[in-house]
């Protein structure tokens, strides 16, 4: 157990809606990162934030987005909903966003959009 | 541009052999260079890390060689176990605490 929590665990929708996924990082962690990972694009860094601003940006798509709460806990919120947006998302923590700080994965949010 | 490419995409090892996984890499701004294990229905989790300043890292069965001027770095499971079996991910990470991940290895282990 890498101590970040993700909730839910599975969510199925429909095309078009809008969905919002939670990640509760490590006691202590002030960084906090999403991923996503799919068959065709593999595991893609999308967000990182720190202690609550925004630090990093990767591959994520304008209908996505993210921010993370004083009390650190951190949640994606992805809009307009489309097939390929099917995949698992996971969340990542780390004690600071700098180098060489062991990021922590999540058990993963496996989405479906139907 | 696929920055980091993996190969093989899967091996099957017979318990106790070696699996070797390999990663080249384009960007030379990757600071750190970490493998990742990955089980189903799991996160990845942090399996052994090398900085660029030392060319071979070994901590128990697993084994990171590291060759700079090639832009390539390799993952050695010595004795490998069925336990071992799972997907393999590089992950070089550029400034910051960004991991680009590798395509994955997903590695059978046959008793």
């Known amino acids: 157990d890498s101590g970040v929590t993700q909730t839910p665990k599975h969510l199925i929708t429909a095309t078009g809606q809008r969905v919002t996924l939670r990640c509760s990082p490590r006691?202590?962690?002030?960084?906090v990162y999403w991923y996503q990972q799919s068959l065709d694009q593999g595991l893609q860094f999308l967000i990182q934030y720190y202690n609550g601003e925004e630090r990093a940006k990767g591959n994520i798509l304008e209908r996505f987005s993210a921010q993370q709460f004083p009390d650190l806990h951190s949640e994606l919120n992805l809009s307009s909903l489309e097939l390929g947006d099917s995949a698992l998302y996971f969340c990542?923590?780390?004690?600071?966003?700098?180098?060489?700080?062991?990021?922590?994965f999540g058990p993963g949010t496996r989405l479906t959009v139907l | 541009q696929q920055q980091v490419k993996q190969s093989p995409q899967s091996l099957i090892v017979q318990k106790g052999g070696i699996s070797i996984i390999n990663c080249a890499y384009e960007?030379?701004?990757?600071?750190?260079f970490p493998w990742y294990q990955q089980f189903p229905g799991k996160g990845p989790a942090l399996l052994i890390a090398?900085?660029?300043?030392?060319s071979e890292k070994k901590e128990g069965r697993f084994t990171i060689s590291f060759n700079k001027s090639a832009k390539q770095f390799s993952l050695h499971i010595m004795d490998s176990q069925p336990g071992d079996s799972a997907t393999y991910f590089c992950?070089?990470?550029?400034?910051?605490?960004?991991?680009?991940f590798g395509g994955g290895t997903r590695v059978l282990v046959k008793p």
């Open positions: 992950a070089p990470k550029a400034a910051g605490n960004k991991l680009t």
């Open positions: 090398i900085r660029p300043d030392v």
């Open positions: 990542a923590s780390s004690a600071r966003g700098g180098s060489y700080n062991e990021q922590f």
């Open positions: 960007n030379t701004a990757f600071d750190y």
């Open positions: 006691s202590g962690d002030l960084s």
